[in-house]
């Protein structure tokens, strides 16, 4: 068979630095100059972007939080795990119910890294504040009081001033399910951040604005993201997630006592007619999961034990769904629940919830 000049084959060889697609002068590794190879000059543009590349890959590893190896990891790995029901001299009861939102707010980048969409500016953090103190919050309709760890009524504006340069700031809203029976909002927001202080291994600077404006009493929490040394305050992303609102469970058990199970009862009976997501909706969703068709609410069926014994509130729920369209008695017991009921739900939530209003600003 006669060769074809013009047949060949490729093979790519290693690839080289021609000196053409420089990226810039920068330390990497301890030594300042031009990356030698192409994966430094990837890590390289990575740095100047503010990233890390070291962790370039290890996507869907640990709990997938963006920030594992911060302050207060190995207190979350603890908190996270803990069972809220136990027994007191054969009573079952339970810890209480404390909601937390959390927002972690990019304020400035990197050195040397670029100033992207996702920071939020200087205006912006000084609206925050004016919104934290608006006329009517107070429960006598007042206008919003600042307040920190050691003043009643602290300068909301000069906390702003000290944390302009700062990388981020940490902003919390905080709210007990039986927050009206509170006596002293400001002692327990203190003494949680004090448990705050103490899992961080750090003294806060951190100023906060109760809010009596909604059904459910909250708390407005902004902390500077530094440490007591001036360093950047990072804090894990579990710690967040879960160690916040586990200590601010223990902070107002400590002051109301834990609940029994006909005080759970009774929290569940106001929710009844609630036009938003519920405890009882989750169960009905779950119930309704867990047999790929409907939700068996018959008396003589073999059910959990959480919907044995809130039968009766949940087909009272389930005929409040019914009136929204959302369920439908299949035949006497049986419930079919529509898949949309938790989005539906949520929205209506929403439209009249500030807490989420605000969080989204």
């Known amino acids: 068979m006669a060769r074809d000049d013009d047949d060949f084959r490729l093979q790519p060889g290693r690839i080289r630095d021609r000196g053409g697609a420089r990226i810039g002068k920068r330390r990497i590794g301890g030594a300042s100059g031009r990356a030698s190879s192409f994966n430094g000059q990837i890590h390289q543009a990575i740095r100047r972007a503010g990233g890390n590349p070291s962790r370039v890959g290890e996507a869907g590893k640990g709990s997938g939080r963006f920030n594992q190896r911060g302050r207060g990891a190995s207190v979350a790995a603890v908190l996270k795990n803990r069972k809220p029901w136990s027994r007191d001299g054969g009573i079952r ?24 969409r996702h920071f939020v500016s200087a205006k912006a953090v000084d609206a925050h ?82 809010h009596h404006n909604t059904g459910h009493p909250h708390t407005h929490i902004i902390v500077r993201g530094v440490t007591d040394d001036g360093k950047t305050l990072n804090i894990a992303g579990d710690y967040i997630a879960y160690g916040i609102r586990e200590r601010a469970s223990e902070v107002v058990t400590r002051e109301l006592g834990r609940q029994t199970e006909q005080e759970v009862s009774r929290g569940l009976e106001r929710e009844v007619d609630a036009d938003r997501f519920t405890r009882l909706d989750r169960m009905l969703l779950a119930e309704q999961r867990s047999r790929n068709e409907f939700a068996d609410l018959r008396p003589d069926r073999d059910v959990l034990e959480s919907l044995r014994q809130n039968r009766a509130l949940l087909i009272q729920r389930a005929r409040k769904l019914e009136r929204m369209g959302l369920a439908a008695e299949v035949e006497p017991g049986r419930w079919a629940v529509s898949s949309k009921t938790e989005s539906v739900l949520r929205e209506l939530g929403e439209r009249g919830d500030i807490i989420k209003t605000m969080h989204r600003a």
Do not use: C
Request: net charge positive; hydrophobic share 35%.
């Open 93 to 116: 009861a339970r810890s209480r119910r404390v909601a937390v939102k959390a927002r972690v707010v990019k304020l400035n980048p990197q050195y040397g890294a670029a100033r992207g």
């Open 129 to 210: 504040l004016r919104y934290l103190q608006r006329d009517g919050v107070t429960k006598d309709g007042e206008r919003g009081q600042v307040y920190s760890a050691s003043r009643d009524v602290e300068d909301g504006g000069a906390f702003v001033e000290r944390g302009r340069e700062d990388r981020h700031q940490f902003r919390f809203i905080v709210s007990a399910e039986e927050g009206v029976e509170l006596p002293d909002h400001r002692a327990t927001i203190r003494d949680l951040m004090k448990q705050m202080e103490a899992d961080l291994g750090t003294r806060l600077d951190w100023i906060a604005v109760d």
